[in-house]
């Protein structure tokens, strides 16, 4: 089996506080891709996405989380974004597989980190469009000055 190799295909650094940012023209050339946020959020809203600018209730998502206090587990259907990390969030990572593929839903594993727990999210975009844009968001607030999202193909 080969090994995956991460290729960059943008990056964006905040310079000021920003509400959200969009990867556009994504090549289908990969396998799966990768998003990286690393940075926060001005209130505890979490950072979502989209994709292809889809705003309509058609992602779903089961979410897991543990911190010293415990572990707690919930889901989401029918809401209008994915990813869907809670609080203030320092980093995340997630996975999107088969992106370019036309003949299934998409599926996306995501794991974040927050000063006090971690998180993992399976989650699931029911489309079957190849995925030719990304929009990274926080909802009801503004992502911080410095905060970094890399996108990131994957080669299988």
Do not use: C, E
Not at 17 to 32: G, K, L, M, N
Not at 104 to 123: C, F, M, Q, Y
């Amino acid at each position: 089996m080969p090994t995956p190799t991460y290729t960059p295909l943008a990056t964006v650094t905040l310079g000021s506080a920003t509400a959200s940012v969009v990867f556009s023209s994504i090549p289908a050339t990969y396998r799966d891709i990768i998003i990286i946020f690393d940075g926060g959020t001005t209130i505890s809203d979490g950072v979502g996405a989209r994709f292809n600018a889809d705003t309509g209730n058609n992602y779903s998502a089961i979410r897991m989380t543990g911190s010293s206090a415990g572990a707690i587990s919930d889901s989401f259907s029918g809401i209008s974004r994915i990813i869907q990390t809670a609080g203030d969030v320092d980093m995340f990572v997630s996975q999107v597989m088969d992106y370019s593929a036309t003949d299934k839903h998409k599926t996306v594993l995501t794991r974040s980190s927050i000063s006090t727990n971690v998180t993992g999210i399976a989650a699931r975009w029911a489309n079957t469009a190849a995925i030719t844009s990304i929009t990274v968001f926080s909802p009801g607030s503004t992502m911080t000055t410095g905060s970094t999202i890399s996108l990131y193909g994957v080669i299988a």
